[in-house]
């Protein structure tokens, strides 16, 4: 019996004994020591936490300092605070301001199904304080443990792309459901005069510069700050984002619009100097639709305005001058075409005019003339007055030559310079030599020398060679010359207006007494 007690008490003990030896190795593992001692070791999470004055900080927990100096702006404390809560919250001032009154204001930050559980605010009023609370769900009661190291990288990035933002021209803002402004960078902040440039000192709510619908947009949009008369601010604004939350950029856009201006200025002064211009004009854009015309165009080519606004193209333009015969008539319509084909080519390379006679009398100059972006220019200008003049003109010269050739006298017209520029028939039948038909100069040198080598020696050449080219007041003088075939000559110097002489020389009996100018009388 007593060796059985004594076999039960060593089977008891022999198990005591190993669970203490078990206990004492699991105690002992690595794993497990250190998670107890991470377990052990890991600081509860301290809340966020303010204690204001009205708008004075009197106390803050460390996370609620840490939250103040991360902060996007500089100013007051209660500035930085609104800073991070009014995107969040709303208008939190005017729940802040009523605190007295209510005593708690409980506030729950917008909610997004894209990111973490919204926060909480509780606001106090304690003895004349406000104590504000600030509280996240997701990380209510357990301390979140985070890398030295990856806390500075990141927080390097924060101070670099926060740096670049407010380095940025262009304005940009992020505005709430509700079309408020809740984030801006310095750039909005300073034209908006909701930050004061000295102290940074920043306003809340922000102000709204654009009036922009909500949502993204497909093309930039135009926008104005000022009224006209204070030199207002143009921009172009983009909006990118989800519909119920954008994002909004405003580059400026001062030099584009005052570049558009003077174009328009430009355009103006252009159409109403072509509108004066008795020349018609069609300016023809690449896909050769027709963009600009003058008034001068509708009376020349007697087309209607009707026809003209409606833009015609280049050929339309072309067939329906060909209609009202303003141009001239084609043998068929093929080489119409392509006489109209080759004519848009011409102007399109380069410069290229012609003339056309139309039916009724007229006559008009057509310039072609190319244009930056293929566009092509077409003048059309009446010169029947000038056309005519120069046929009259022409008429004119034609005569007076006829009614010299019908004289006996041989008659030869000299400029100051001694150019012999007309002559007669007789004038080619007496001495051989039609100078009408030379292409080259002929001078007095050249035809005294004629004179000379068909007479006998007589001064008189010399002394009509000099007599030509002199500059002063002359008289004319008359003077005979006898033909290497014994014939003799009358001749006469008559000087002209304009310092011009004429020659005469007709066949004659004896030879006259000569009758030298007083220059010549005085020699000898």
Same mark, same amino acid.
């Given at each position: 019996?007593?060796?059985?007690?004594?076999l039960a008490l060593?089977?008891?003990?022999?198990?005591?004994?190993?669970?203490?030896?078990a206990?004492?190795?699991?105690?002992?593992?690595?794993?497990?020591?250190?998670?107890?001692?991470?377990?052990?070791?890991r600081?509860?999470?301290?809340?966020?936490?303010f204690?204001?004055?009205?708008?004075?900080?009197?106390?803050?927990?460390?996370?609620a300092?840490?939250?103040?100096?991360? %902060?996007?702006?500089?100013?007051?404390?209660?500035?930085r605070?609104?800073a991070?809560?009014?995107? /969040?919250?709303?208008?939190?001032?005017?729940?802040?301001?009523?605190?007295?009154?209510?005593?708690?204001?409980?506030?729950?930050?917008?909610?997004?199904?894209?990111?973490?559980?919204?926060?909480?605010?509780?606001?106090e009023?304690?003895?004349?304080?406000? $104590?504000?609370?600030?509280?996240?769900?997701?990380?209510?009661?357990?301390?979140?443990?985070?890398?030295?190291?990856s806390?500075?990288?990141?927080?390097?990035?924060?101070?670099?792309l926060?740096?670049?933002?407010?380095a940025?021209?262009?304005?940009a803002?992020?505005?709430?459901?509700?079309?408020?402004?809740?984030?801006?960078n310095?750039?909005?902040?300073?034209?908006?005069?909701?930050i004061?440039?000295?102290?940074?000192?920043?306003?809340?709510?922000?102000?709204r510069?654009?009036d922009?619908?909500?949502?993204? +947009?497909?093309?930039? $949009?135009?926008?104005?700050?000022g009224?006209?008369?204070?030199?207002?601010?143009?921009?172009?604004?983009?909006?990118?984002?989800?519909?119920?939350?954008?994002?909004?950029?405003?580059?400026?856009?001062d030099?584009a619009?005052?570049?558009?201006?003077?174009?328009?200025?430009f355009?103006?002064?252009?159409?109403?100097?072509f509108?004066?211009?008795?020349?018609?004009?069609?300016?023809?854009?690449?896909?050769r639709?027709?963009?600009?015309?003058?008034?001068?165009?509708?009376?020349?080519?007697?087309?209607?305005?009707?026809?003209?606004?409606?833009?015609?193209?280049?050929?339309?333009f072309?067939?329906r001058?060909?209609?009202?015969?303003?141009?001239p008539?084609?043998?068929?319509? $093929?080489?119409?075409?392509?006489?109209?084909?080759?004519?848009?080519?011409? %102007?399109?390379?380069?410069?290229?005019?012609?003339?056309?006679?139309?039916?009724?009398?007229?006559?008009?100059?057509?310039?072609? /003339?190319?244009?930056?972006?293929?566009?092509?220019?077409?003048?059309?200008?009446?010169?029947?007055?000038?056309v005519?003049?120069?046929?009259?003109?022409?008429?004119?010269?034609?005569?007076?030559?006829?009614?010299?050739?019908?004289?006996?006298?041989?008659?030869?017209?000299f400029?100051?310079?001694?150019?012999?520029?007309?002559?007669n028939?007789a004038? +080619?039948?007496?001495?051989g030599?039609d100078?009408?038909?030379?292409l080259?100069?002929?001078?007095?040198?050249?035809?005294?020398?004629?004179?000379?080598?068909?007479c006998?020696?007589?001064?008189?050449? +010399?002394?009509?060679?000099?007599?030509?080219?002199?500059l002063?007041d002359?008289?004319?003088?008359?003077?005979?010359?006898?033909?290497?075939?014994?014939?003799?000559?009358?001749?006469?110097?008559?000087?002209l207006?304009?310092g011009?002489?004429?020659?005469?020389?007709?066949?004659a009996g004896?030879?006259?007494?000569?009758r030298?100018?007083a220059?010549f009388?005085?020699?000898g």
């Open positions: 019996m007593l060796e059985n007690w004594g060593v089977i008891v003990a022999s198990s005591v004994a190993s669970a203490l030896i206990l004492m190795l699991i105690s002992l593992a690595p794993g497990t020591g250190r998670r107890r001692a991470s377990a052990a070791e600081p509860p999470l301290e809340e966020t936490v204690l204001f004055d009205d708008q004075l900080l009197i106390d803050a927990t460390p996370p300092r840490a939250l103040l100096e991360a %902060a996007a702006v500089s100013g007051s404390d209660w500035a605070l609104l991070f809560l009014s995107p /969040r919250f709303g208008d939190v001032s005017a729940d802040m301001a009523s605190l007295a009154d209510r005593g708690r204001v409980e506030l729950v930050s917008r909610s997004d199904a894209e990111t973490a559980a919204p926060l909480r605010l509780l606001a009023d304690v003895n004349g304080l406000a $104590r504000i609370t600030l509280i996240d769900p997701e990380a209510e009661g357990s301390g979140v443990l985070v890398d030295g190291l806390q500075r990288a990141m927080e390097d990035e924060l101070a670099q926060r740096a670049t933002v407010d940025l021209p262009a304005l803002w992020r505005e709430g459901p509700d079309g408020a402004v809740t984030w801006a310095r750039a909005y902040l300073l034209h908006s005069d909701a004061e440039a000295a102290d940074d000192t920043m306003v809340w709510p922000l102000p510069l654009f922009l619908p909500p949502g993204p +947009a497909t093309a930039p $949009r135009r926008c104005r700050l009224d006209e008369g204070e030199h207002p601010a143009w921009f172009d604004c983009y909006s990118v984002g989800p519909d119920h939350e954008g994002l909004h950029f405003a580059l400026p856009a030099a619009v005052r570049a558009e201006r003077s174009l328009r200025e355009v103006q002064t252009l159409s109403k100097t509108a004066d211009l008795p020349i018609g004009l069609a300016v023809f854009d690449r896909q639709l027709l963009q600009m015309f003058n008034p001068a165009l509708v009376d020349l080519m007697q087309l209607g305005p009707d026809f003209l606004s409606a833009r015609p193209t280049l050929y339309a072309l067939d001058l060909r209609e009202t015969r303003m141009m008539e084609p043998r068929d319509y $093929r080489s119409w075409r392509q006489q109209m084909t080759e004519l848009e080519q011409a %102007a399109s390379a380069g410069y290229h005019a012609e003339t056309w006679s139309l039916s009724g009398g007229q006559t008009y100059r057509v310039t072609g /003339r190319p244009h930056p972006g293929g566009a092509v220019a077409f003048l059309f200008e009446d010169i029947s007055a000038e005519s003049l120069t046929r009259r003109f022409r008429a004119e010269l034609e005569l007076g030559q006829e009614v010299l050739d019908a004289l006996e006298e041989a008659v030869a017209v400029l100051p310079s001694g150019d012999l520029v007309n002559s028939a004038y +080619a039948r007496l001495w030599v100078p009408s038909s030379t080259g100069r002929v001078t007095v040198l050249d035809a005294a020398r004629v004179w000379h080598d068909q006998r020696p007589t001064p008189i050449w +010399a002394e009509a060679r000099d007599f030509v080219v002199r002063g002359r008289a004319a003088w008359f003077a005979g010359a006898e033909l290497t075939d014994g014939r003799t000559l009358s001749c006469r110097f008559v000087p207006s304009g011009a002489t004429l020659a005469g020389f007709r066949l004896p030879l006259p007494a000569p030298r100018p220059a009388a005085d020699i």
